[in-house]
């Protein structure tokens, strides 16, 4: 059960996951053994899966990123996304509803790798049409 807390913590980890387990307690007003101890029970009960980087915007610019739309073929949308996983160039997979069944987030070094990827995805067997569109520029919030 996570409180309000450790979503407390877990955005000031989302900020920034290399503060201290001192500030981090400084910031919560609890003690630094609370910090360590609710960190340790978040990583356990895998609420928080792992701590990563973030990079200036002009590090990926020369990438190409798209998202693509996906329509499954009848209920066939478990071997879709486990085909979808053996890709590599594909950074995430959602489920939705409405149109679409799936979106794919999409990660390329150039426009042919992007175009490459795009047909072996059409090929994956149960999709039944695509439609994506390349990210152009992103707005952090």
């Known amino acids: ?80 996304i486990k085909a979808l996983k053996g890709f590599p160039e594909v950074a995430a997979i959602h489920t939705t509803n409405g149109r679409w069944d799936l979106v794919a987030e999409l990660e390329v070094e150039t426009l042919a790798a992007f175009s490459a990827t795009l047909d072996a995805i059409r090929q994956v067997e149960g999709i039944a049409a695509t439609e994506t569109s390349i990210l152009l520029a992103t707005q952090k919030l």
């Open 1 to 80: 059960m996570i409180d309000d807390l450790d979503r407390r913590l877990i955005a000031l980890l989302r900020a920034d996951s290399r503060t201290p387990a001192a500030a981090l307690a400084k910031a919560l007003k609890v003690s630094r053994g609370t910090v360590q101890n609710r960190i340790d029970r978040l990583m356990k009960a895998g609420a928080i899966q792992g701590f990563t980087i973030k990079t200036r915007p002009d590090m990926d610019a020369h990438r190409v990123r798209a998202v693509m739309s996906i329509a499954i073929e009848g209920e066939r949308s478990g071997a879709v």
